[in-house]
């Protein structure tokens, strides 16, 4: 069965700091890996998706790296603001179904 | 990216009365429709995946005669809590597939529910 474990559950950083986001998964065999955030009381938003075949992803700030054979992957968030207070999930698509399993997340503080 | 909305995004309900929460994609047509709940400070689990015009797969431990899971458009799903207790005070969040292949789901923003 699939596991997905996310460290550290939270992390206080002041503004500025570069910083790392850890996920691992049990099971290998993922489809994709997607990392998301998700403000207090609300949905998620869908940062970034990397597929089985890719090694890392990059949208401004963020790069997300997977390494499928050990089950890891990583967000990086460079020179982090206030406005990256969130919750950051990963999950990881096990089949076709488009089912998602999620970590339980990493709550970012970032000071001003 | 494509919109998915829930409503209402919260509610407050006497225990025993039953809460329907609506999942609409509003741009876009969706085959699947997908329902989570968050418990406070823990992640998303999966309650059950729905089908536009068939039943609903639910996951190991949902009740299924609880809450009840409706897909009868391709634009709308529906999940209601029936006899609501206080345990199933929770956060859930659904999320739609579109039609095209190869695309991800995207996410509601999500229904706060208190059973009181």
């Known amino acids: 069965k699939q596991e997905v474990t996310q460290i550290p559950a939270a992390l206080s950083v002041p503004e500025g700091e570069n910083l790392v986001l850890n996920c691992s998964f049990t099971d290998s065999a993922i489809y994709n890996l997607q990392w998301f955030r998700q403000d207090p009381g609300k949905g998620l938003t869908s940062l970034l998706l990397?597929?089985?075949?890719?090694r890392e992803q990059t949208s401004g700030r963020l790069n997300a790296s997977l390494d499928k054979s050990s089950g890891r992957s990583t967000l990086y968030i460079a020179a982090s603001q206030p406005g990256d207070s969130a919750t950051y999930l990963c999950?990881?698509?096990?089949?076709?179904?488009?089912?998602?399993?999620f970590g339980s997340g990493t709550r970012l503080l970032v000071r001003p | 990216g494509a919109v998915v909305s829930q409503h209402p995004s919260r509610v407050i309900c006497k225990s025993g009365t039953s809460v329907k929460i609506e999942c609409r994609s509003l741009d876009f047509q969706a085959t699947t429709m997908f329902w989570y709940r968050q418990f406070p400070k823990q992640s998303l689990m999966l309650m059950a995946t729905s089908n536009e015009g068939s039943k609903a797969t639910y996951e190991q431990g949902v009740e299924k005669d609880k809450f009840l899971i409706n897909h009868a458009s391709l634009t709308l799903s529906t999940l209601t809590v029936t006899s609501a207790h206080p345990e199933d005070s929770s956060f859930y969040i659904c999320s739609a597939r579109p039609l095209e292949a190869y695309t991800e789901a995207f996410f509601g923003q999500g229904t706060r529910l208190t059973v009181v």
């Open positions: 990397i597929q089985s075949s890719q």
């Open positions: 999950a990881v698509k096990v089949d076709s179904s488009y089912k998602l399993i």
